[in-house]
């Protein structure tokens, strides 16, 4: 379709959930505002794909906070999401369960009190230790205004400390009991855990949010997305697909005048916000257009890893669908997984049963996903492949794919002996299908990874040198559906009154 010559107020390049969000903040304001999407899909890693009538999630397995009365419940009711979307709150006694080696399982339960008497009955001389852990997850959300729907002063943060707390070592604080500590902890595949620079406040706050309201999106989080579109668009902003933002025209002040698109195509605007990992960014605008500094500092920062998913479609009604997700850790330290060692491949893995609003009782499917190096699959880097831009990486790659494949479900059939037998289907992606399909260099799971030793330089501020570009998306204050929402806020301040709108959200 082609766009209209029209100057818009906001541009924005992307359509990962920051930039759905973004969208919908600016055109509810009245602005004039469109989203450019270089996939065939929006979404980003809301996206979802499907392969013998299941639909698998890319990037969005569940979520949290969405328990009436929390952040992510409120924020989905101003975009107008909760009533629109079909939730599968899982079990109330363990949506995620710790697995062990020895197949010794723990269990985290949703609501603090029954978190607290869950773990308390495996481990009952550390009761305080436990209620010490959920008091000092609660006290470290408390400084992060967005999160608890306050209008923030200079920072997203009140207490700038709390950023340089490490998560290991402030857990290891809390108890000195070793299995403890890796249960407490033995969710970190959910923000890529590193022992030396995971900061403490990206634990606390994923925790919390889990731990009021863990939820799966029926049929694919792609919904979130779709409904999304749907009010933006109604609140009269254009979304287009199978655009590719490649460069830019500046004014001779310095701001963009345009972007220019892949198709040759440009798209005028006053002020743009880039979805799209900080590094491309540069890129795409050209790195002349930013501090010498900026440039070295965001090009030099560490992604998270990438990972290796594996797709299982089960044979009719022989696999029980489980309303939680696994956590297997099959060496002695969680902190030790995202680390791994290649010849032991695969250490530790998440499980997930999509649910689906067709059968309650059996699993169409499952996801199982690994950490993977994007090192790994470096000598097909040269290759690109989605399905806006198809491309065949080779036979080696497909054999590559399987020889992982095969490992994981021989790891996976140590906890489901008979798994095999009920297997109709095996897909995979790898480190190269999240580079394709996000648009980044290594396929990160979470973008750029925190690190509590030094907060500043992993810190992504919304604005830019360049006056009228404003950054957005996971980077900006955390990951996740949650993190990424308060981001878009965060980047929304910037044009639109924090108190009407932080307002509008508690009303919503
Ligand atoms: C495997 C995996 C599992 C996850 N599980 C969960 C989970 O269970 N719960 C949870 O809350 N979070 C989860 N996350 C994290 C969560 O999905 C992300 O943090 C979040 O969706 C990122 O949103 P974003 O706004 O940063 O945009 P992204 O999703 O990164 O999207 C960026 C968009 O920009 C587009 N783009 C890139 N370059 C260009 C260009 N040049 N022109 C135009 N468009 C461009 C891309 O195509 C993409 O659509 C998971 C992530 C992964 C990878």
Known sequence: ???????????????????????????????????????????????????????????????????????LNQFFKYFGLMKKLKLKRMDEDGFDVIRFKDGKEFKHAQGYENFIATLTKQFPEEKNAIVSYCNAIKETCQQFPVYNLEIPNSSHVNNIALLSMNAY???????????????????????????????????????????????RLKDGGSQIAIHMSKSIKALGAE????????GANFKENGEIQEVILKSGEVVKGKKFISNVHPAITIDIFGENRFLKAYTKRIKGLKDTSSSFIVHLVFKENTFNYLNYNIYQVNIDDVWGTVNYNPKEWPQSYFVCTPANS?????????????????????????????????????????????????????????QFPDIRLKIKSIYSTTPLTFRDYIGDKTGALYGIAKDNRNPLKTSINSRTKIKNL???????????????????????FEFVDKHQLINKVKNS
């Open 1 to 71: 379709m082609a766009i209209t010559k029209k100057e818009y107020d906001f541009v924005i390049i992307g359509s990962g959930l920051g930039g759905l969000a973004c969208a919908y903040i600016l055109a509810s304001e009245g602005h004039s505002v469109i989203v450019l999407e270089k996939n065939h899909q929006i979404g980003g890693n809301l996206q979802v794909f499907s392969r013998e009538k299941c639909i698998f999630d890319t990037g969005v397995h569940y979520i949290g906070s969405l328990d009436e009365g929390e952040n």
């Open 239 to 246: 979304i287009y697909k199978r655009k590719e933002v490649v």
């Open 470 to 492: 404003s950054l957005t998306g996971q980077n900006i204050v955390l990951h996740g559906v949650l993190g990424v929402t308060i981001g878009a806020f965060v980047t929304c």
């Open 169 to 215: 070592e402030h857990i290891a604080a809390i108890t000195s009991n070793k299995l403890l500590q890796n249960v407490l902890a033995g969710t970190n595949g959910l923000y890529a855990g590193e022992k030396e620079s995971t900061p403490w406040y990206v634990h606390a706050l994923i925790m919390n949010s889990y731990l009021t309201g863990a939820y």
């Open 358 to 414: 067709k059968n309650e009782t059996f699993a169409e499917s499952m996801s199982v996903m690994t950490y993977m190096d994007s090192k790994e699959t470096d000598q097909w880097a040269d290759t690109h492949n989605t399905i806006a831009n198809k491309n065949n990486r080779g036979a080696d790659y497909e054999a590559f794919k399987k020889e992982k494949e095969e490992k994981v479900i021989t790891v996976l059939e140590e």
